[in-house]
């Protein structure tokens, strides 16, 4: 019985090679396994798995390697923002980084509302997760890239089913720190 399995798998591995090899040799072939490889690393992603992991969140392969979201669907001028880790989880500094997503297109209509209901300006608005984070208030730096100094913030986050008051702990150049209650999209305002 083992000689079998053995002589077995012995003609399945020929087979296989020898299929391999003609179909490689063959133009058509050659074309229909051009068309169906991956286009993954055209899309600027290393692995396949990237690619998807990048597709479920809604983002570009810069910005899933990068943890920044850099437009919002109907956001115009949407200033990227980005999340590098160090959250600190209810007052204790931690190397948990949160995971950023691009929202809907109907997020993305009802923060345009709320930044108009404070008569301010949208800059972006983006989906914040912290897997595996066990938290009663995260404090997380964003980068907002471009934000001038001293700029006055405003920032909602939509959580179950209201845009509620989010506090802004700290402005500075090209920073916004948020003290965050929950997970959800998070939509920041620049006030006059």
Known sequence: MKKFIALLTAGMLVSGTVLTASAADSPSAGAV????????????????????????????????YNNAIISAPGVENAMPVGQGGKIIINGVATNLTATLSKVNRTVADSAKTQAAALGGTLLNVVKVDFPGANYKVATINFYLKNLAGGTKIAAKQYVNGAWIDVEVSEVREDHVVLNLKNSGAVVFVALP
Do not use: K, L, N
């Open 33 to 64: 396994m051009a068309t169906a490889a991956p286009s993954y690393t055209a899309e600027g992603f290393t692995v396949a798995a990237d690619a998807q992991a990048a597709a479920d969140r809604g983002m570009s392969a810069a910005e899933y």
